[in-house]
């Protein structure tokens, strides 16, 4: 099992921009498929990116364009940069891990990012 711990949220202004981080523990980091999720007041958890352990990446279509996924195997880390951002954009960002061999998922607690227009 992996901990995972977000950073980088906060409020940010109608098309600016955001950089978080995700922060995992324990050995084996380049085996999980990582991802970013969100939940808005009120909404369902929903899938916003992800990264294979490859570096294959993902996107749903509402961030295509203006979010970029990445990993650092070597950091045990993974980023999400929000460019463009909306005011639809504001949630709570969760950053998840999937075990690629048992398909084990850890999520982290969140980070709040709030986009005023």
């Known amino acids: 099992q992996v901990q995972l711990v977000e950073s980088g949220g906060g409020l940010v202004q109608a098309w600016g921009s955001l950089r978080l981080s995700c922060a995992a523990s324990?050995?084996?980091?380049?085996?999980?498929?990582m991802a970013w999720y969100r939940q808005a007041p009120g909404k369902q958890r929903e899938f916003v990116a992800q990264?294979?352990?490859?570096?294959?990446?993902l996107y749903t279509d509402s961030v295509k364009g203006r979010f970029t996924i990445s990993r650092v195997n070597a950091k045990n880390a993974v980023y999400l940069q929000m460019n463009s951002l909306k005011p639809e954009d504001t949630a709570v960002y969760y950053c998840?891990?999937?075990?690629?061999?048992?398909?084990?998922?850890?999520w982290g607690q969140g980070t709040q990012v709030t986009v005023s227009s």
């Open positions: 990264i294979t352990s490859s570096g294959s990446t």
């Open positions: 998840n891990a999937v075990d690629a061999r048992t398909s084990f998922q850890s």
């Open positions: 324990g050995s084996r980091f380049s085996g999980y498929a």
